[in-house]
């Protein structure tokens, strides 16, 4: 399969490296969130101009956006969750809850999760902002997490170098992947249909397991030079991108894992400092970059 890739625009306005990206209220829409605490707004229509809808007072490592609450929950570097109304300032929250950072954040059909440092995964409530359970998978940090609602599982990666599969209502442990990758796992997702699991690690390899076939490593790529910070599949699921360390962001063929892209800095004015996120949008297909540059980069992928 081949496939095209076009720099549309390159976004900048964040005064720190970018961390965090999430959907927005619109379909054309989408938010950052970045090392100076800001939290902005973007339209692809009109992309060079972004608006800032929150600030925090530092750095924001997660984001997610909750369509039906019109609310943004924002993970920061000292493990703060906060809680954005976008439009009722009075609404809003930040607890203090875990340690050293708030990592990830995923939604369940009634539930918040946050993973962050000391271990610890949270189950929060929508309705009040408050924490349900939480469970202590770990004496490492938890890295990133993923749900998959047709399995009714949570994927959790983690600094002690494994992956834990968790029963999304209970919290029971149905599996973990003891020695998954050689160091942390920094990223996670599931394949559309729930069968596979893809990981990516500190080691600079991409994983994928076989979920249906008792979690065998059915594909191994040593996929970048350095830690693989993101895995974001296309909205179809045609592709899938990841996001690295090494400065560059991959393109792959999500029934092969055939590698088809390759987005770099000189060649294709990619980035020049390591690729911390990724969000590919309902939006023509686009797929945002954000790095430690201070920039995003938008690509339409055709």
Request: proline residues 1%; neutral net charge.
């Amino acid at each position: 399969m081949k496939i095209s890739v076009n720099k549309i625009a390159q976004l900048t306005g964040h005064n720190s490296a970018i961390f965090a990206l999430t959907a927005g209220e619109q379909a054309n829409e989408f938010v950052s969130g970045a090392g100076d605490g800001w939290i902005v707004r973007w339209n692809l229509s009109d992309p060079e101009m972004g608006r800032l809808i929150a600030k925090v007072d530092t750095q924001i490592f997660s984001l997610l956006y909750l369509s039906d609450r019109e609310m943004i929950v924002a993970g920061n570097m000292n493990g703060g969750v906060h809680w954005v109304d976008l439009k009722n300032a009075e609404n809003n929250r930040n607890i203090a809850h875990h340690k050293k950072g708030v990592f990830g954040i995923c939604r369940t059909d009634d539930s918040i999760f946050t993973v962050g440092g000391a271990g610890l995964l949270t189950r929060w409530s929508i309705d009040t902002f408050r924490t349900v359970e939480s469970l202590h998978l770990t004496n490492h940090s938890l890295r990133c997490i993923d749900y998959h609602s047709g399995r009714n599982e949570l994927a959790v990666g983690t600094s002690d170098n494994s992956i834990y599969l968790l029963e999304a209502q209970t919290l029971k442990i149905k599996r973990q992947l003891i020695s998954a990758h050689d160091n942390s796992v920094f990223s996670i997702r599931y394949t559309m249909d729930g069968q596979k699991l893809l990981s990516g690690s500190r080691d600079a390899h991409l994983k994928v397991w076989d979920l249906e076939n008792d979690c065998t490593l059915s594909f191994k790529e040593p996929a970048h030079l350095f830690t693989i910070n993101d895995i974001v599949f296309h909205p179809e699921g045609l592709w899938f991108a990841t996001a690295s360390r090494d400065k560059s962001v991959k393109i792959w063929d999500a029934q092969s894992f055939q590698l088809l892209k390759v987005l770099e800095g000189v060649r294709d004015g990619g980035h020049f400092n390591s690729v911390n996120r990724l969000y590919w949008s309902n939006y023509r297909g686009q797929l945002i970059s954000a790095s430690d540059d201070r920039s995003m980069i938008v690509w339409e992928v055709a």
